[in-house]
């Protein structure tokens, strides 16, 4: 069980970062720039739907090299 998602890095030089979660709509509800803030499950305090979301994290090193990542997040039960 996993109430929050939030990828590890694995650099502990990050100068810039972004997460954003994007719902199957590709819509993004829910983002952040503080890459020690996980995501809750929730947008405007409502759980999203059961179901899978896409996120999409962005983050540039010390040396400048930027990295990208995509994929899903699954929710499985509504959070309370």
Same mark, same amino acid.
């Given at each position: 069980?996993?109430?929050?998602?939030?990828?590890?890095? *694995?650099? *502990?030089? +990050? $100068?810039?970062?972004?997460?954003?979660?994007?719902? &199957?709509? #590709?819509? +993004?509800?829910?983002?952040?720039?503080?890459?020690?803030? *996980?995501?809750?499950?929730? +947008?405007?305090?409502? $759980? +999203?739907?059961?179901?899978?979301?896409?996120?999409?994290?962005?983050?540039?090193? #010390?040396?400048?090299?930027?990295?990208?990542? &995509?994929?899903?997040?699954?929710?499985?039960?509504?959070?309370?």
């Amino acid at each position: 069980y996993n109430p929050t998602f939030l990828p590890q890095l *694995a650099y *502990a030089d +990050v $100068s810039e970062y972004e997460l954003a979660i994007i719902n &199957r709509w #590709g819509q +993004v509800i829910w983002t952040t720039t503080d890459h020690d803030q *996980a995501w809750d499950g929730t +947008v405007g305090g409502k $759980s +999203v739907p059961v179901g899978v979301d896409a996120y999409y994290c962005t983050f540039k090193n #010390g040396a400048g090299r930027v990295f990208e990542k &995509r994929g899903t997040v699954t929710m499985l039960t509504a959070v309370e």
